[in-house]
């Protein structure tokens, strides 16, 4: 089960303004960048669904996380159906991240309490997930639907909406201020956070600096 309560998890997100996306079929890779982005300030982390045996790789992170990082919320990504969302539920995800909305995903996570961010595209699906009880939905992919100016409008007439933005989100100092111009709660940040010369090379430490300035730039521009 959960570790972290639902009010915990979202206010974490929001203090924190950024959530890495990260997977690995190699769970010693993803305990490595797991500790990493721990280690450079992050609070929330997504794995995502993304492989064979990824439950298998995320419920080692699970204990992982409860021992070497013990205040890191560890969430689940790529979630498309209510039967994938209760198993990683079961293996201890504080919140179910998807590329989609599904309302029966929603109930699977709002009878355990557990944070369901939706990827929505439009206000009227921004509208019918809020509907559904998410509290924090996922603009995606951000960068198609409109960027930093969709976020914005978005919030003209809704703005009591908390938004997550993931793709063409980059960890330089003039994209995220866009983003957080604009008006997000936070950013969900993959491929650019961890480039794959760094991953084969082992540079842990280079993952840990690129989170904390990326967390300094979101905090500046607030």
């Given at each position: 089960m959960a570790r972290f309560n639902k009010l915990h998890v979202i206010s974490t997100m929001a203090a924190t303004g950024m959530v890495p996306v990260f997977y690995h079929k190699d769970a010693d890779v993803a305990k490595k960048v797991l500790k990493a982005c721990y280690d450079g300030g992050v609070r929330a982390f997504e794995f995502t669904n993304r492989g064979d045996f990824a439950q298998e790789v995320f419920a080692d992170l699970v204990k992982y996380?409860?021992?070497?990082?013990?205040?890191?919320?560890?969430?689940?990504?790529?979630?498309?159906?209510?039967?994938?969302?209760?198993?990683?539920?079961?293996?201890?995800?504080?919140?179910?991240?998807?590329?989609?909305?599904?309302?029966?995903?929603?109930?699977?996570?709002?009878?355990?309490?557990?944070?369901?961010?939706?990827?929505?595209?439009?206000?009227?699906?921004?509208?019918?997930?809020?509907?559904?009880?998410?509290?924090?939905?996922?603009?995606?992919?951000?960068?198609?639907?409109?960027g930093p100016s969709f976020v914005k409008n978005v919030l003209g007439p809704l703005p009591w909406s908390l938004l997550m933005v993931t793709g063409a989100v980059e960890p330089t100092q003039e994209n995220l201020t866009a983003w957080v111009k604009a008006g997000v709660t936070c950013v969900g940040m993959g491929s650019n956070l961890f480039p794959k010369d760094e991953l084969a090379a082992s540079n842990w430490s280079a993952i840990t600096e690129r989170c904390r300035q990326s967390l300094a730039f979101i905090q500046q521009a607030r």
């Open positions: 996380a409860a021992k070497e990082c013990p205040d890191m919320i560890l969430g689940i990504g790529s979630i498309v159906d209510p039967g994938t969302a209760a198993l990683y539920l079961q293996l201890g995800a504080n919140f179910v991240v998807g590329p989609l909305f599904n309302p029966e995903v929603a109930k699977i996570c709002n009878r355990r309490l557990v944070p369901y961010s939706p990827g929505c595209g439009s206000v009227s699906e921004i509208g019918f997930a809020q509907e559904a009880g998410c509290d924090l939905c996922k603009v995606f992919p951000a960068g198609n639907v409109g």
